[in-house]
């Protein structure tokens, strides 16, 4: 039965969409030149660049960021991302005048001083505020000054008060800014050190045995679209049998609803994964010629998209399932987009790591960091067992609404028409 339903799928237009869709994003997105030579993990040089990194010190975090808030002070418009999406805050008289008092303290300026800067320069025109890194993060950077119109920190606040202000900052705006907190390092990046970049290495080395850097990527992006494809396909097929008449001949026959949903959902993850397991392969062949010479992990590739990609699969698969056999309608399409819309843009801080909360494509984008996937490991870990439980649990439900609709026992789309018809016909009559 496993087979039959894996034939029947893997010949469908809907699975053929889903390879080329996996193939062209794998090609768009991450590209082959993630395993070229000019991305090979390589031992830092003393004199080299070693690109920037975040910093938590005061003296490079404060003038930074108060800069950045006199700047959006001044024009009175201030960038936010409250649930993941871009925002932007324009605040009223009685919040721009709080705002004002939070400046005061920070600048020694009385709220009347500030108050009058509004709608004035705070930095020269066509100052640059951010900037592109190697591995495509935003960096901000140091705008110049209007020399006539500018503020600096009071001599030598204290950074645990400066936090506590930020924090104001941050709820006054609604939240999701970058003055919160846990976001304030952003405005405190430098020069990486030679020390920090030759640890970086060692723990590539060492931790990711070269080919888990590489697959680490891999999997940071394989899981965003994996998120969508696999509800797609498993939409697509529990719609094709109520199409084509199907269904009342599946129900008749004497197997149980959870074999019935158990075959179809094991199949569509099966298949959703098999055009991401050929990439792995080829690309575990690459990492060994690139790295020719160097101990590499054969299996990372398979590791990471067993233990990362595989849970967002199911995830996928079983909500697009349950909805549609709770519906009889392609809702779990629509559901499934707006959890990824949603997911996407609220991991916008997590670009580098991080992997925490309920998160459907955890963030790595980076062929570094491997220190910080071994601290967060666990949370991660958390994360994928809680996904692959809810995906069980959800084709149980699945089960028990196959179950109820045998019987005639659910009340859904079908159910609904095939009684509005009845009715119909009988008042006809």
């Known amino acids: 039965m496993f087979g039959k339903e894996c034939k029947k799928a893997a010949f469908s237009i809907p699975f053929l969409l889903l390879v080329l869709v996996t193939f062209l994003m794998y090609w768009s997105q991450i590209g082959p030149d993630y395993l070229s030579q000019s991305k090979k993990l390589t031992e830092p040089q003393p004199g080299e660049n070693y690109g920037t990194t975040e910093s938590n010190d005061p003296e490079l975090v404060m003038p930074a960021a108060l800069d950045s808030l006199y700047a959006e002070f001044t024009a009175n418009s201030y960038t936010t991302y409250p649930i993941g999406f871009y925002h932007t805050v324009k605040l009223s008289g009685k919040d721009t005048e709080k705002m004002a008092g939070l400046l005061s303290e920070l600048t020694g300026k009385t709220p009347e001083e500030l108050l009058a800067r509004l709608d004035t320069d705070a930095y020269e025109p066509n100052s640059v505020l951010a900037v592109i890194g190697e591995d495509g993060e935003i960096i901000p950077t140091a705008p110049q000054k209007n020399a006539q119109n500018s503020v600096s920190p009071v001599p030598e606040p204290a950074y645990d008060r400066f936090e506590e202000l930020m924090a104001q900052v941050d709820s006054l705006l609604g939240g999701g800014s970058d003055y919160a907190p846990n976001s304030l390092s952003g405005f405190g990046r430098r020069a990486k050190t030679y020390e920090e970049a030759l640890a970086d290495y060692r723990a590539a080395k060492g931790i990711d045995h070269f080919s888990g850097a590489h697959a680490r990527l891999f999997s940071d992006y394989m899981t965003l679209f994996s998120a969508l494809l696999p509800a797609f396909l498993m939409v697509s097929e529990c719609l094709r049998d109520r199409r084509a008449k199907m269904r009342d001949l599946i129900w ?30 080829v690309d575990t062949v690459r990492s060994v010629f690139l790295y020719t010479g160097q101990t590499v992990d054969l299996f990372a590739y398979f590791k ?5 990609i595989l849970p967002t699969v199911m995830i996928s698969a079983a909500t697009g399932m349950f909805l549609t056999e709770a519906t009889d309608t392609p809702i779990g399409l629509a559901v499934m987009l707006l959890w990824w819309f949603l997911d996407l843009n609220g991991n916008i801080f997590q670009m580098g790591g991080g992997y925490a909360g309920f998160s459907l494509c955890p963030r790595h984008n980076s062929i570094l960091g491997a220190q910080v996937f071994a601290d967060h490991f666990w949370a991660l870990a958390a994360n994928r067992i809680l996904l692959a439980a809810l995906s069980l649990i959800l084709l149980g439900a699945s089960a028990l609404i196959l179950e109820a609709k045998r019987k005639g026992r659910w009340f859904s789309y079908d159910s609904f028409k095939a009684r509005f018809n009845s009715r119909k016909a009988g008042s006809e009559a």
């Open 252 to 281: 008749a026959r004497r197997v149980s609803s959870l074999r019935i949903a158990a075959v179809r959902y094991f199949s569509t993850v099966l298949l959703s994964m098999l055009p991401i397991l050929l990439l792995a392969a």
């Open 304 to 308: 990471y998209t067993g233990g990362w």
